[in-house]
């Protein structure tokens, strides 16, 4: 990204990302009206106990599901806040998202692979070298032969989720690494993977992992 | 357009449905509303009411290419007192190509303490963007940029 | 749910400086001219007006088009005299109306 979207994403009070960290900040306390816990209710001091999570995210849970952040939000709130989950790319979720990833900003992204998640990491990397669409390109296509190079105004990144979930300036809104991906599909002329599919996941694993070491940004602006 | 396009029609009759084709071809691809286009100059003159701004004064930052049309950051700051004898009262932005010339107008006062104001806009196209200053002494001062508008790579559609 | 940020500088100020004060408020500045998949006409829905108010005086304000970015962001400047709320309102269609404040401390 530019100079421009840089200098927004750097100033906390010019990021509208952080807009979204306010609003999740407020839900965080907020309990659901069954009168089961707010989030701070289990988890207390956001600041505490979120630190570095995102960072180790897709991870891993108890039971063996490997799950992105949104996913184990959502999970929380059917299985502890006994409510329907937010969809994913709702506000609300994104806001969610964005308070607990701030909470990982500065922090080294975890490899996905020293966590047990190797598998899903070669899935991923398999996905990430398939050619896609009536372009027929492959993520590497682009983020490996030609970064760096303009596609567009836009000069092309090399595929390292640091800031999700983004204030894409294109969406004029928040969103997540998938509904991203989506546009990636578009931009080939490919059919996306349907909602829910594990693909998402083990994509999201193989990119986390491209981008181990490298320090999180998260909310951040993209163009 | 459906009139073929045969050899044994006279030129002008080729001519026309050529155009008409051209025409037609531009309204589908279009993408402003079906309104007439804006004038700048003129949403400028109703502002001053009538007066052509002068050039000074005013410094209009803003990036001369911009990666997404849809938040711009412009600053504009006017060299100019602000005291209750002389001060800035307003500052407007202008487009020139956007569906509405308008963008925003700023109400200062001497409370301001410096005629210098920030926001984020939205440019539809490459275009010339105006900042025009109106003092307490009437006179009106601008300064226009222009700004090359970037499509993002991989939207929604 | 609206969310608005509103940053008085941090730094010590005294009477008489002027300080730039930075307000953002979460709004989509619906321009009225997106279509929907179905093709069906998205109304226009933006805040037209932000007004503040330095100890109970205005002492700024702002006109908006639908050219003003989602999520306004505006930033000007405010003669510091005491200490003393700066009250930010922000007034839309469709009856549009958030209010919020922040504090001026002015330290000599």
């Not at chain 2, 963008?103 to 196209?125: C, I, Y």
Request: with cysteine; net charge neutral; charged share 20%.
């Amino acid at each position: 990204m530019g100079p421009e979207a840089q200098a927004m994403q750097r100033d906390d009070f010019s990021n509208p990302a952080m807009l979204g960290v306010a609003a999740g900040e407020a839900a965080w306390n907020s309990a659901p009206a069954n009168g089961k816990p707010a989030c701070s209710g289990c988890h207390g001091d956001i600041n505490a106990t979120m630190r570095g999570v995102d960072a180790r995210y897709p991870a891993r849970q108890a039971n063996g599901a490997v799950m992105d952040l949104t996913g184990r939000i959502q999970t929380c709130q059917s299985q502890h806040q006994a409510i329907t989950p937010e969809p994913r790319e709702s506000a609300g979720l994104l806001a969610l998202q964005a308070a607990v990833a701030l909470r990982s900003r500065g922090m080294q992204i975890e490899a996905p692979a020293s966590r047990g998640l190797s598998e899903a990491v070669s899935r991923g990397e398999a996905l990430y070298r398939q050619r896609l669409g009536q372009l027929n390109l492959s993520c590497a296509q682009c983020h490996d032969d030609h970064w760096g190079r303009s596609l567009g105004g836009t000069r092309i990144p090399q595929g390292h989720p640091t800031g999700y979930p983004i204030f894409r300036l294109e969406w004029q809104a928040m969103g997540s690494l998938q509904r991203r991906l989506r546009n990636c599909f578009t931009g080939v002329r490919a059919e996306p993977f349907p909602a829910g599919a594990s693909e998402w996941i083990d994509l999201e694993i193989y990119l986390r992992q491209r981008a181990a070491g490298m320090a999180s940004d998260a909310p951040g602006v993209r163009p | 357009m459906s009139r073929p396009f045969s050899p044994h029609s006279g030129i002008e009759l080729d001519r026309r449905a050529l155009i008409g084709a051209g025409a037609m071809l531009v309204t589908a691809l279009a993408v402003e509303p079906a309104a007439a286009s804006p004038d700048m100059a003129a949403a400028i003159r109703k502002f001053t009411g009538g007066a052509e701004p002068k050039t000074g004064k005013v410094t209009l930052d803003i990036a001369p290419l911009v990666e997404n049309g849809n938040a711009v950051g412009v600053e504009v700051k006017v060299d100019h007192p602000m005291t209750p004898e002389s001060f800035v009262s307003e500052i407007a932005i202008f487009t020139e190509k956007n569906p509405v010339p308008d963008v925003a107008v700023f109400h200062l006062s001497p409370q301001s303490g410096r005629a210098h104001v920030v926001t984020r806009m939205r440019l539809a196209t490459t275009q010339n963007v105006a900042a025009v200053a109106r003092l307490s002494d009437g006179s009106h001062w601008q300064e226009t940029r222009e700004v090359i508008v970037t499509i993002a790579a991989c939207t929604e559609d | 749910m609206t969310t608005a940020m509103i940053l008085v500088p941090r730094t010590p100020i005294r009477s008489g400086d002027v300080v730039m004060l930075k307000a953002m408020i979460s709004h989509p500045m619906e321009t009225g001219y997106r279509r929907t998949e179905n093709g069906e006409e998205i109304p226009r829905n933006i805040i037209r007006r932000m007004i503040c108010r330095y100890d109970g005086v205005e002492v700024f304000s702002v006109e908006m088009h639908q050219a003003i970015a989602a999520n306004p962001f505006m930033s000007f400047g405010v003669v510091a005299t005491k200490t003393g709320p700066v009250e930010f309102e922000w007034v839309g269609d469709n009856g549009f109306r958030h209010r919020q404040s922040a504090q001026l401390t002015v330290t000599g």
